[in-house]
């Protein structure tokens, strides 16, 4: 066990408390809840925009509240104060200490990836081909050309609020040459991108298809944690019962 001095153990030992754990994964089940309901409503992008991205949201725009980045943050620093406060070194604790370190490298992953992401918007009418994502200082081109074939927008019965919209496009550029499907629950992914129904537009002529383009080099990385974890739990159940059977034998 790592041996330090008084106030670093106590401060090692709270972040390290299961009361903790327990109150983190409380709170980050009642945030995916509440982001899963709102993106009923508002859409995938804009819950990941004001909830799973944020590192404080406003619920109803009253008092604020700890989004999931946050939330995530403090569930690895507490995670990791674990494994230093409660392991020892041995053999027999290796498959534990892998799945420790690809839940690490999941939470790390899933805080870095917000960092480190662009996003455009790219707004294309019926027939149109798009390629240059909008954002705030300019254009950012991207490996592939969006060209909208169909608009269709599904209302509440008996109101003028849209339940749900989604863009038909053909997607062709290196690597791709298809057509795809992209709505208010279903992204389009492509190497490092994303794409989200993010909103549209009307005019007097036709109906403008608003699509949200997230870059994320470090998509991939949660996929891979989860091999990780995987591995850990597979050699720790692989570890206990090799020793129980030699204990059985013996």
Known sequence: MVRLRNPARS?????????????VL??????VAYGTLFQVGHGLFEAHQRIF?????????????????????ILCVNLVAAGLARFRRSVRNIGLLCTHLGIAVM??????????RSESVLTIGKGETA??????????????RCTLLDFSIRYHPGTTAPADYLSRLHVAGPGIDRD?????????????????????????????SELAVV???LRNLPPFAAIIIAAGIILHFGI???????VNHA
């Not at 700890?66 to 995530?72: D, E, I, L, N, Q």
């Not at 499907?181 to 036709?206: K, L």
């Open 240 to 246: 206990k019962l090799t020793a129980g059977s030699r």
């Open 180 to 208: 795809v499907v992209v709505g208010m629950n279903r992204p389009f992914r492509f190497r490092d991108y994303t794409v989200y129904q993010s909103s549209f537009r009307e005019d007097e002529e036709d109906t403008v």
């Open 107 to 116: 939470l790390i992953g899933a805080a870095a990836g917000g960092m480190v």
């Open 11 to 23: 401060l090692l030992s709270a972040l390290s408390s299961p009361t903790l754990t327990v109150g």
């Open 26 to 31: 409380a709170l980050l089940m009642i945030l």
């Open 53 to 73: 991205d944020a590192w404080i949201f406003f619920p109803g725009g009253c008092l604020p509240f700890p989004g999931v980045r946050s939330t995530v943050l």
């Open 215 to 217: 870059k994320n080099p």
């Open 131 to 144: 390629s240059l994502g909008t954002t705030d200082t300019g254009y950012v081109a991207l490996p592939f």
